[in-house]
């Protein structure tokens, strides 16, 4: 897995590539910590690239979403497979977020 963060169009955006695997949920938790910290700006996590991702991914993706809501931020899930789109519904997570 790995994962670039910057600055685009006034959000803060995590592009991620491969699997996000529990190993690999490990090492992105400290990945995000840019996004943790973001205290005046939306959050993007674009998953074009994303193939699989396990329940440590889906509970970082939800710590990371109630951080932000607790600043009154939002996050949102960009290019996400009809597989992954799949997963978050099958989880409930699909009422949690905004999808692009």
Same mark, same amino acid.
């Given at each position: 897995? *790995? *994962? =670039?963060?910057?600055?685009?169009?006034?959000?803060? /955006? /995590?592009?991620? &590539?491969?699997?996000?695997? *529990?190993?690999?949920? +490990? !090492?992105?938790? &400290?990945?995000?910590?840019?996004?943790? !910290?973001a205290?005046?700006?939306?959050?993007v996590?674009?998953?074009?690239?994303? !193939?699989?991702?396990?329940?440590?991914?889906?509970?970082?993706?939800?710590?990371?979403? =109630? &951080? !932000? =809501?607790?600043?009154? #931020?939002?996050? +949102?899930? /960009? #290019?996400? &497979?009809?597989?992954l789109?799949?997963? %978050? =519904?099958? /989880?409930?997570f699909?009422? %949690?977020?905004?999808?692009?």
């Open positions: 897995m *790995t *994962t =670039k963060i910057l600055e685009k169009e006034g959000r803060l /955006a /995590a592009i991620l &590539s491969g699997e996000l695997d *529990t190993a690999a949920a +490990v !090492q992105l938790e &400290s990945d995000f910590a840019p996004l943790f !910290q205290e005046d700006m939306d959050v996590i674009d998953c074009e690239d994303v !193939q699989y991702i396990s329940s440590g991914g889906l509970r970082l993706f939800f710590s990371l979403l =109630k &951080s !932000q =809501k607790e600043k009154g #931020h939002k996050v +949102v899930i /960009a #290019h996400l &497979s009809d597989d789109m799949m997963v %978050f =519904k099958m /989880a409930g699909d009422r %949690f977020y905004e999808f692009e």
